[in-house]
């Protein structure tokens, strides 16, 4: 803005033969620097000066630069004897005030009337300031940063000089509220709350730019918390001070009654706290809600049981297996007229008299009508009695729950799954989590590892990794028990390609590899016939610091035979004792199996022999070749003898092991024995394979071969 035309002539010219000495450089605040001109700007043709520039300047005034200092201010030159006196806050708030306020004004002027020299500029300053210092005696610094300030009507003035006053008196003040808060920012960062958070958050790692800003954004926290109290406390300040007043005021005459009456109210009445319309219908809904709630929370007392009602429920007490409690709990009934407080108490004292019939009495009390049975009620029954395994009894509180139209709820849902997860029944547990999905819930970890688990356990490993992978997409962490059932379920299949997945989706979880997970990728790729891999990763499951035990050892040996491969698999065994490693029972089944199928019967039986001497229970599998070994030996009464433990534990076996037992009875004339394992491979739901169909076909015509002797050794 140009304040050139904002004098008039004859006061510029007025102003250029004050006395320089009115206002000399150290008053105003600041100190003049007199600088040699660089070059000298030329005069605009027909310009005129509003006044002489003197002949004692030496320097060309557009370059004098001015430093400001926290000198006082002193618009009339005698403020010697002042120095020394001290200010009020209010005085050294406006003496800051002027000061910013000269420096501002003095370099628009400069700027605006580049050909006037220092005396002249001073002479104009005097002048504004002056005026601005009698309109702040009117009413402080308010009168001059106001908004109706602009406004303000001057006889020395003009209009736009004046507007210029405003902003700069505004600029000013906004200068000293940034200084003000900037000290007191110091002193908040400089707490010892500040610090303590500063020290802790350098302890957990915090550094650079970003340990900073959080110390600068709890200084700042600690500022405004400071400041919203400090305007609390002027507040009640201000209403004591306003009461007070009030009551000298209408304190009236001593003795005269003073007679207060409420306004007329028009209207409803509206009570608002902290923004809500309490008058609105629905808080009284809350009300009653919050009652029934606190009614839930601290339930009343149990009716004191006496008389005949307390006979009547120590026989409920004594109840014994077989009697029907329906009878007693009627009486007991109408004579105490129960609520469920009461219910609540006589089941607590007969699950610790007489557990055994709780939960048929619990059953019973879901029904009466005085109990008041809710969600909660049902769940935790069905939870309890599905860890006793009473999976019949759980399954008909369920259907009585959706019977009597009581919504299950997330907890229900988990628990239904639970149920039929542990029931060995996936189907029926998928419905129940498709049912949680249905009411817009969500299962926690819990319910994922029992849905993994039982598909692990029927034989789907691929269903439950997929389960493993929505874990993931919800950022659920799988636990280590998930990815090994799921690791071991594929490697007993023989699925290298999954196994090998799980194994790099474990380690990239932070799992790292250890002794079982190695020896089950030994078992996957031994399973499928590849030998070099299972022998890759036997070594390098020694490499990473691991020793192979008697599982791993077999795992490989079996990978071994296999391919028939006698000399490597030997060679393996010669390494692992000079290192230390002596076999187990695990290795020398695997041995037994080996030499059976090769044949070597007296080798055979001095490994047989060994596992003896260690004193452990022989496997089940080994049962398998024995009876493979003695049918191909001849040995009739060892075979059937071996045949016997395998029918007695016919669950066990598997479909290779069921085609592998009925070729070697049909090869060796065990033609009924063959029939009778192959009906029971059958009925088992195994599928046998279309070679073995044929010999059993073909079994039936012939008529000749040996016949079985085993229903002969049995009589005897």
Known sequence: MNLRFFFSRRTVAHISKLNPRVLPSHSSGYRCIATPPLFQLPQANGASSPAERPKSTKFDNSFVRYIHTSQEVDLDGSSSNLEHEPESENDATMSEFLSRFSWIMRKKLSECYP??????????????????????????????????????????????????????????????????????MKGFLQSEEVKEMYRFAGQVGIRGDMLRELRFKWAREKMEESEFYESLESFRKGESQEESREEIVGGGEEGEERVTSLPKRHGKIKYKIYGLDLSDPKWAEVADKIHENSEVMSPKEPKPVSGKCKVVAEKIMSLKEGD??????????????????????????????????????????????????????????????????????SERILNKMNQNGILPDVITYSIEVHMYCKSGNPDKAQAALDNLRAQGLQPDIKVYNSMIMAYVKAGKPTLGETLMREMETRDLKPTKEIYMALLSAFAKAGKTADADRISSTMQFAGFEPSLESCTLMVEAYGRAGDVDR?????????????????????????????????????????????????????????????????????????????????????????????????????????????????????????????????RSLRSGGFLQDARRLYGMMEARGFMPSGSLKIDMMASQVVKSGKKSNFSMLRGK
């Open 115 to 184: 050909e006037c020299d220092k005396s002249t500029i001073d002479g104009m300053l005097v002048i504004i300031v002056g005026a601005v210092v009698s309109e702040m005696e009117k009413g402080g610094l308010e009168q001059m940063t106001g908004p109706a300030a602009s406004k303000m009507p001057s006889q020395d003035f003009s209009e736009d000089l004046w507007r210029t006053v405003w902003e700069v008196s505004n600029v000013v003040l906004q200068d000293m509220e940034k200084e003000k808060k900037k000290e007191k």
């Open 324 to 393: 029907d409690p329906a009878p007693l709990l009627g009486e007991w009934v109408e004579l105490l007229q129960p609520s469920r407080i009461d219910w609540i108490a006589l089941l607590d004292r007969l699950k610790e008299e007489n557990s055994h019939r709780y939960f048929e009495i619990a059953e019973l009390v879901l029904g009466e009508e005085s109990f008041q049975a809710n969600t909660r009620d049902y769940s935790k029954l069905i939870d309890a009695l599905v860890k006793q395994n009473r999976l019949e009894d």
């Open 534 to 662: 299972a022998r890759g990763n036997f070594d390098q499951m020694i490499k990473i610091g691991h020793k192979p035990d008697d599982r791993c050892t077999a795992s490989m040996l079996s990978a071994y035979e296999k391919r028939n491969s006698l000399d490597e698999g030997l060679n393996l065994l010669l390494e692992l004792e000079k290192d230390g490693f002596t076999p187990g029972v695990a290795t020398y089944t695997v041995l037994v199996d080996w030499l059976s199928k090769l044949e070597l019967f007296d080798e055979a039986e001095q490994v047989l022999e060994k596992i003896g001497e260690t004193g452990e229970a022989p496997p089940f599998e080994l049962q398998i070749s024995l009876c493979d070994m003695y049918v191909k030996a001849g040995a009739e009464k060892k075979a059937l003898q071996a045949l016997g433990v395998i029918e007695s534990k016919i669950e066990k076996l598997e479909s290779d092991d069921f085609e592998r037992i009925i």
